[in-house]
């Protein structure tokens, strides 16, 4: 018989949930066997070999190379963001970035950096954003010593939670972002089950600690979920700004 990664998962929890109720119930010894299980087997996959290498089992979307792994956001043609050096950056006025491939449950890693000339101040400074299911903004902006509403600086959840500390690198330096994102689930009636949640380090500190999502982004207005598909693209931001990325990848969490 065949049983499937989350039916061993499952057996597995309930097991140790039933023997350590019955534990609790009776003063009773138990041997160590009784808490041990060896089903499932996790996955063996290679970890990268510096901060800067994706692990084996990583989707490569960016990687200096090209930009086949996207589309235009506006009508679906091939992008014309500039890349030079593995750098990509925004060409303004374009208009964003989507994955051709959608996904829900995920780590995704990027790294950017803002302008090393300062233009502007606040919002208008080295904007753009990470749109997670084209629905669930992670700020970017450059928000070394720039002061503007903290639920709308760098590595903020856009309009929604602020950073827990600001982790910015100076213009012209590259930042990292490690987000882990659980998307919500919905009913069949399209009642919301669980919210989506955010875990985001910046360089390495986590400033969004399993936040769960009050809705979508929304620039004005009160945050409402509404029933989507259970995997969609991944959007990067034209905001006017020529921020650039590198080393995009991301890995499912099935």
Not at 92 to 103: D, S, V
């Given at each position: 018989m065949k049983i499937s990664l989350k039916s061993g998962l499952l057996a597995s929890t309930f097991v140790f949930a039933s023997i350590s109720t019955f534990a609790q119930e009776k003063d009773i010894d138990l041997p160590p066997e009784a808490t041990e299980f060896y089903k499932p087997v996790p996955q063996k996959i290679?970890?990268?070999?510096?901060?800067?290498?994706?692990?084996?089992?990583?989707?490569?979307?960016?990687d200096g190379a090209n930009l086949s792994?996207?589309?235009?956001?506006?009508?679906?043609?091939?992008p014309t963001w500039n890349i030079e050096e593995d750098?990509?950056?925004?060409?303004?006025?374009?208009?964003?970035?989507?994955?051709?491939?959608?996904?829900?449950?995920?780590?995704?890693?990027?790294?950017?950096?803002?302008?090393?000339?300062?233009?502007g101040d606040g919002q208008q400074r080295g904007n753009s954003g990470v749109i997670i299911m084209g629905?669930?903004?992670?700020?970017?902006?450059?928000?070394?010593?720039?002061?503007?509403?903290?639920?709308?600086?760098?590595?903020?959840?856009?309009?929604?939670?602020?950073?827990?500390?600001?982790?910015?690198?100076?213009?012209?330096?590259?930042?990292?972002?490690?987000?882990?994102?659980?998307?919500p689930r919905f009913n069949k009636d399209g009642m919301l089950l669980n919210p989506a949640k955010l875990t985001v380090l910046h360089n390495?500190?986590?400033?969004?600690?399993?936040?769960?999502?009050?809705?979508?982004?929304?620039?004005?207005?009160i945050l409402n979920y509404t029933k989507h598909k259970e995997k969609l693209p991944i959007h990067f931001q034209d905001h006017g700004s020529p921020v650039s990325f590198r080393n995009i990848w991301v890995r499912e969490l099935e």
């Open positions: 290679q970890a990268g070999e510096s901060k800067n290498t994706p692990p084996s089992d990583a989707k490569i979307l960016f792994a996207f589309v235009n956001e506006k009508d679906g043609s091939e750098v990509l950056t925004v060409n303004p006025g374009t208009g964003g970035i989507l994955t051709k491939e959608n996904f829900g449950d995920m780590q995704l890693h990027l790294e950017w950096r803002s302008p090393s000339e300062i233009k629905k669930y903004e992670v700020q970017i902006l450059d928000s070394f010593e720039n002061d503007t509403y903290t639920n709308g600086q760098a590595a903020s959840i856009y309009k929604q939670s602020p950073p827990l500390v600001n982790a910015t690198k100076a213009p012209g330096e590259w930042n990292t972002y490690d987000i882990i994102f659980t998307a390495g500190v986590v400033v969004q600690n399993n936040y769960e999502l009050h809705g979508p982004t929304a620039y004005i207005g």
